[in-house]
């Protein structure tokens, strides 16, 4: 390195202490310490809303007294999940422009096709050649609306754009990250969860529900022990019948619970020590967000992959 | 739920927004792309298998020129040995019939010669027995004279060995 590039680095550095010092005395922990500003710090009290807040001010007016209208209302995280989606589909229109496929590709398209292959690879480890082509779409999609509506989120725009009440405080921000809203995640959840019982039906035919409904060992028990065993075989496809349907609470919530907890974490972090503090929590945040899409994704490859296996209860009543 | 922001209006939105995302970049995105990283991949394998074709049809063909090479090579050797054997054969022919011409030259002559001399003896032979008959008639001639009778036949000898000496 240059000696001028040392001297930049210097500088680069001292101006990042500085900012660091400057956050800290200015930041809540700052104003607790020295008693700065006549509100008790120079920043607005973070103010955390689990419910996503209308874009449109007369819903906003109507969401005051008792929640949401149930009707249809432009809340920010769907605006932002609007955009993203806008996003995505932009990114992908451009990476496709070129159809030459003796060209080797370049930029754009390079980049969305390394991802897509790295995708199918993935879900090909996981569920074999055969059903590979045929899961791609939905695991993909999960996956990349994911990530980019976590990774959209970390964007300055998102916490700074919003409507301000007459104290010039923001109270009703513009965009959100959609994983903020539980609907979000509990969509795809849903979405996932019939997913995987189309697949499991459409692969297995009716016998598909012998893995929940198992009478088998029952009807064919010998005895008080074979009654025991088949009793408890009955309890257990009942378990996985329940468990079934506790994946989409798992998967809602997980996604939901770790996108509020970023968000806020970065909210808090922004409060107590503004600038330099919250960068780690940020190169964190995108480390969740994309941990999360891959979860998400994985957990509906996994369950799918599972449910076109042909089950223990189908074979024995095939063999015996 | 309602406190955790659960708006079934919402859900729906969340789930149409999906199901279009899903749609549109299955069409624009997915479908193309795969079907390009498959037609790479083909294109990838077919030039593969094509080089792998060349490669093994060259050393086919360099097989069969080195084959075609030994037999121009065989074939050249053998032509030129006919050849030689051919020169040797003109050669031996040759002077099969020049002996054969000298012998018969040879024969010829002596057969001449022979014939020259049976010719001669055969003249010889006539001019002797002119001789003998001239002799008798001097004998005749003369006659009586047992002295001059020897003298004669003496004499006639005498011609006829010496003519045959000079024969």
Request: net charge neutral; hydrophobic share 50%; aromatic share 10%.
């Amino acid at each position: 390195m240059s000696a001028s590039g040392k001297k930049m680095v210097k500088v680069l550095a001292a101006g990042v202490v500085a900012l660091f010092v400057y956050g800290f005395v200015v930041g809540a922990i700052g104003s607790a310490i020295f008693g700065g500003g006549e509100k008790g710090g120079f920043l607005p009290k973070p103010e955390v809303h689990l419910p996503p807040q209308p874009v449109l001010a007369q819903d906003a007016e109507e969401a005051e007294h008792g929640g949401l209208p149930a009707k249809f209302v432009l809340t920010n995280t769907i605006l932002s999940s609007w955009i993203t989606t806008l996003v995505l589909i932009t990114v992908f229109f451009f990476a496709t422009r070129n159809k030459d496929a003796s060209k080797a590709p370049r930029g754009l398209q390079n980049l969305v096709e390394a991802v897509i292959v790295i995708i199918y690879d993935f879900i090909e480890s996981v569920a074999g050649k055969d059903l590979t082509r045929r899961l791609f779409p939905l695991i993909a999609t999960i996956f990349l609306f994911v990530v980019s509506n976590a990774w959209m989120g970390l964007l300055p725009i998102y916490p700074s754009l919003g409507f301000k009440n007459e104290h010039g405080e923001i109270v009703r921000h513009l965009l959100r990250p959609a994983g903020t809203d539980l609907n979000m995640p509990m969509a795809l959840a849903l979405v996932s969860f019939v997913f995987v019982e189309y697949w499991g039906l459409r692969t297995l035919g009716w016998s598909y529900f012998g893995k929940f409904f198992r009478f088998g060992a029952l009807l064919r028990a010998r005895g008080p022990g074979g009654l025991f065993q088949g009793f408890i075989d009955i309890f257990v496809g009942l378990l996985e019948l329940l468990s079934e349907f506790v994946r989409i609470v798992s998967f809602t919530f997980r996604l939901f619970g770790n996108m509020t907890a970023g968000e806020i974490l970065l909210l808090v972090t922004a409060f107590l020590i503004p600038f330099v503090f919250s960068l780690p929590f940020y190169g964190l945040e995108l480390l969740v967000g994309f941990i999360q899409a891959l979860i998400f994704a994985g957990l509906t490859l996994v369950f799918v992959t599972i449910a076109v296996m042909p089950h223990e209860g189908h074979e024995a009543e095939e063999h015996g | 739920m309602d406190k955790l922001g659960f708006h079934w209006p919402s859900l729906v939105v969340y789930l149409v927004n999906f199901s279009i995302l899903l749609g549109v970049l299955y069409a624009v995105g997915y479908k193309p792309i795969l079907r390009m990283l498959d037609q790479r991949s083909q294109r990838i394998r077919e030039s593969l298998e094509q080089a792998e074709r060349i490669q093994k049809e060259s050393a086919e063909r360099q097989a069969a020129m080195q084959i075609q090479l030994q037999e121009a090579r065989r074939e050249g050797q053998a032509l030129i040995e006919q050849a030689r054997q051919a020169a040797e054969q003109y050669r031996e022919d040759e002077r099969e019939k020049a002996r054969a011409q000298a012998s018969a030259f040879v024969e010829r002559a002596r057969a001449d010669i022979q014939r020259e001399r049976d010719n001669a003896i055969e003249e010889v032979r006539s001019q002797f027995a002119d001789l003998a008959i001239t002799a008798a008639e001097r004998v005749i001639r003369r006659s009586l004279d047992r002295d001059a009778h020897k003298e004669l036949i003496d004499q006639v000898l005498e011609e006829s060995s010496q003519f045959r000496r000079e024969s």
